[in-house]
T-cell receptor
Framework: DAGVTQSPTHLIKTRGQHVTLRCSPI?????VSWYQQVLGQGPQFIFQ???????GRGNFPDRFSARQFPNYSSELNVNALLLGDSALYLC????????????FGSGTRLTVV | GQQLNQSPQSMFIQEGEDVSMNCTSS?????WLWYKQDPGEGPVLLIA?????ELTSNGRLTAQFGITRKDSFLNISASIPSDVGIYFC????????????FGTGTRLKVLA
C-alpha cells in the first residue's frame, strides 16, 4: 500500500508569493494533519482535518489555510510568504480523528528567498 | 511554539550499548508517541502509549507512559548503527483538541 504522499518534494518561492502544498493520505485514512518543522526543531501543529471539516488549528497566522477534499486528500495554502515560513511541511494521516498515531509523509521542503 | 522537553539533546554511544531518553511536560497528556526521523524524511512512528503506567515494546525498543501522565521514556537496547537519527516524543493533551505537541528531539549517533 502507498504511504502518505506529498507534492512537491521541494520548492523555492519568493517573499510575498503564495504556495499550495498537496497531500494524499493512506487509503482508508480519513484524517489529515499538517505540521511545520523548522530546521533543528520538532514539528509544530498547523491543522487537522477529518471528514472535510477542520478539527483543530495551531498557533499560525491566517495566512495559513487548508482544506480536505471528498477523497480525503488535502491542500495547505500559505499566502504572503515570509522568510520565516521556510521549513519542512509534513502531512500526516490517521484512520480517524482522536488519539491515534499518525503516519507521516516525507514532507515538502519550502524555501522562501 | 510549545515544545516538550527531551533529554538528552544528543548522545554518542558505542554499538551494542543501551540507550535511554526521556520527555517531560508541564501538562497532562492522554497519549504519548515516539517517532524516529532520518535526514530528509518524515518521522516514523515507533511506539504509541495510551494509558498511564503502560510499558510497550517494539523489538529492541521499549517505552513507558509515566504514571504522572507528564512524562515518557524510551529505551533502546543493544544499539546498532541504523539506530542513528533524531528521536521525537509527542503528546496529546486532554484539552479535546487533536493536535500532538512534539518534543525538541534527541539526536542519537552510534559509533561502530
Amino acid at each position: 500500500d502507498a504511504g502518505v504522499t506529498q507534492s512537491p518534494t521541494h520548492l523555492i518561492k519568493t517573499r510575498g508569493q503564495h504556495v499550495t502544498l498537496r497531500c494524499s493520505p493512506i487509503s482508508g485514512h480519513k484524517s489529515v494533519s499538517w505540521y511545520q518543522q523548522v530546521l533543528g526543531q520538532g514539528p509544530q501543529f498547523i491543522f487537522q482535518y477529518y471528514e472535510k471539516e477542520e478539527r483543530g488549528r495551531g498557533n499560525f497566522p491566517d495566512r495559513f489555510s487548508a482544506r480536505q477534499f471528498p477523497n480525503y486528500s488535502s491542500e495547505l495554502n500559505v499566502n504572503a510568504l515570509l522568510l520565516g515560513d521556510s521549513a519542512l511541511y509534513l502531512c500526516a494521516s490517521s484512520r480517524e480523528a482522536g488519539n491515534y498515531g499518525y503516519t507521516f509523509g516525507s514532507g515538502t521542503r519550502l524555501t522562501v528567498v | 511554539g510549545q515544545q516538550l522537553n527531551q533529554s538528552p539533546q544528543s548522545m554518542f554511544i558505542q554499538e551494542g550499548e543501551d540507550v535511554s531518553m526521556n520527555c517531560t511536560s508541564s501538562s497532562i497528556f492522554n497519549t504519548w508517541l515516539w517517532y524516529k526521523q532520518d535526514p530528509g524524511e518524515g518521522p516514523v512512528l515507533l511506539i504509541a502509549l495510551y494509558k498511564a503506567g503502560e510499558l510497550t515494546s517494539n523489538g529492541r525498543l521499549t517505552a513507558q507512559f509515566g504514571i504522572t501522565r507528564k512524562d515518557s521514556f524510551l529505551n533502546i537496547s543493544a544499539s546498532i548503527p541504523s539506530d542513528v537519527g533524531i528521536y521525537f516524543c509527542a503528546g496529546q493533551s486532554t484539552s479535546g483538541t487533536y493536535k500532538y505537541i512534539f518534543g525538541t528531539g534527541t539526536r542519537l549517533k552510534v559509533l561502530a
